[in-house]
């Protein structure tokens, strides 16, 4: 019989649940461990979700995820540099067999559908304790709670960066830290009834605003504006801001009449790793941080659980130990290469349209008009887009 091998997930959002859910169906003993297990505290930013990973998740028997998401069947990018035009310069549209390019789901709804399934197998723990320590024994990374009581784990993962006091005794190595100088600004628009599949990418002077649709009256807006310059006075005043979009986009929604609560964040573009990576492994923001430009951030983490899910299934089937070295190895050598050319291809998108030259900017809209006639190449992007680089 196989001995059952013991996780621990350090955090309690939504990467760390995901983590638990896709692995509880092994024959694993996993703890979810958080000083504050509140599920009200999640991110209410809506996710993009690629129509591979909605394929998985739902395999992996989160089967209603389809229903509670919105369908985007076109993409549309639009280069504004000089002025908002609601004529798109590149159109990204799902084929027949495709039928949708991404879903558009509420991260709060997807984080309280896990958290209930979670809840209900026995092979998973909530333990609710502060951690003292982190050591390494021969066959095991040993942790001390506050209360003293000491666990052995085949397998530690850092999915929190709540949590990253922790890693200081591990020598995080960060191989790019990079500010974009910009905040985003998250926010739902409501307006008029309109049919809502689409999800657009306006490039500003100022920084990208992007639209994904989440119902046909309700709109998500994430727009990352560079600090100091003249657009934040439209984010910092409701008033304003309603006139902007009322103004500039009433050709799309007609009419906006509600703007929600908005919310920001310091956009950064950061890339991590464990020089000891002995039983460890690293999730979500911890690992990396990237621009939402391309609406990818979550499909990566995703990504990233599957291919541990591979692993594992792989272990398990020849009756390996998981967390050892051969073990660390191969994830990593599953994943480390895709993150780190999918990050540098998204800032590389960046700073092309961050360029702050007129005359740059007409070949921009030229390349980009000769691109969207090219549909293999506009192909090989709905592909990478999709899975991933390495498919």
């Given at each position: 019989m196989f001995n059952t091998q013991k996780i621990c997930i350090i955090g309690s959002g939504l990467t760390a649940i995901t983590i638990a859910y896709l692995l509880s169906?092994?024959?694993?003993?996993?703890?979810?461990?958080?000083?504050?297990?509140?599920?009200?505290?999640?991110?209410?930013t809506k996710l993009a979700l690629s129509k591979d990973s909605l394929d998985q998740l739902s395999i992996n028997g989160l089967k209603d995820i389809k229903k509670k998401s919105n369908m985007v069947k076109n993409i549309y990018l639009h280069d504004s540099y000089s002025s908002i035009s609601l004529k798109q310069d590149l159109q990204f549209s799902a084929s027949d067999e495709e039928k949708a390019l991404a879903y558009i789901i509420d991260g709060n709804i997807l984080f309280l559908d896990?958290?209930?399934?979670?809840?209900n197998l026995k092979n998973i723990n909530f333990i609710k304790k502060k951690i003292l320590s982190i050591k390494d024994e021969k066959f095991f990374k040993e942790i001390t709670f506050k209360d003293l009581i000491k666990e052995n784990y085949n397998l530690v993962i850092f999915a929190s960066t709540n949590n990253l006091s922790l890693l200081?005794?591990?020598?995080?190595?960060?191989?790019?830290?990079?500010?974009?100088?910009?905040?985003?600004?998250?926010?739902?628009?409501?307006?008029?009834?309109?049919?809502?599949?689409?999800?657009?990418?306006?490039?500003?002077?100022?920084?990208?605003?992007?639209?994904?649709?989440?119902?046909?009256?309700?709109?998500?807006?994430?727009?990352?504006?560079?600090?100091?310059?003249?657009?934040?006075?439209?984010?910092?005043?409701?008033?304003?801001?309603?006139?902007?979009?009322?103004?500039?986009?009433?050709g799309l929604f007609k009419e906006i009449t509600f703007i929600s609560k908005i919310n920001k964040f310091n956009l950064n573009y950061v890339f991590n790793e464990l020089k000891d990576s002995k039983r460890s492994l690293l999730f979500g923001d911890i690992a990396y941080k990237i621009h939402p430009i391309a609406g990818?951030?979550?499909?990566?983490?995703?990504?990233?659980?599957?291919?541990?899910?591979?692993?594992?299934?792989?272990?398990?089937?020849?009756?390996?130990?998981?967390?050892?070295?051969?073990?660390?190895?191969?994830?990593?050598?599953?994943?480390?290469?895709?993150?780190?050319?999918?990050?540098?291809?998204?800032?590389?998108?960046?700073?092309?349209?961050?360029?702050?030259?007129?005359?740059?900017?007409?070949?921009?809209?030229?390349?980009?008009s000769k691109l969207n006639k090219n549909f293999f190449i506009k192909k090989s992007f709905v592909n990478i887009a999709n899975k991933g680089l390495f498919i």
């Open positions: 169906k092994f024959r694993l003993q996993i703890d979810i461990v958080e000083q504050d297990f509140n599920k009200k505290k999640t991110n209410p896990i958290y209930k399934k979670l809840k200081s005794k591990f020598k995080l190595r960060k191989i790019i830290d990079k500010s974009y100088n910009e905040e985003a600004f998250v926010f739902n628009l409501t307006h008029t009834k309109i049919i809502n599949n689409s999800a657009r990418q306006f490039f500003l002077k100022d920084g990208p605003l992007a639209f994904l649709p989440i119902s046909n009256v309700e709109t998500s807006i994430i727009w990352s504006i560079k600090k100091n310059s003249k657009n934040q006075k439209y984010v910092l005043n409701k008033n304003h801001l309603l006139k902007f979009f009322n103004n500039n986009f009433n990818q951030g979550w499909n990566m983490i995703l990504r990233n659980i599957f291919s541990l899910v591979n692993v594992i299934k792989y272990s398990q089937d020849l009756g390996l130990e998981i967390g050892n070295d051969i073990f660390i190895k191969k994830y990593l050598d599953k994943i480390t290469l895709n993150n780190f050319t999918f990050t540098t291809l998204i800032d590389g998108i960046r700073k092309i349209f961050d360029i702050k030259v007129g005359s740059y900017a007409a070949i921009r809209k030229n390349a980009l």
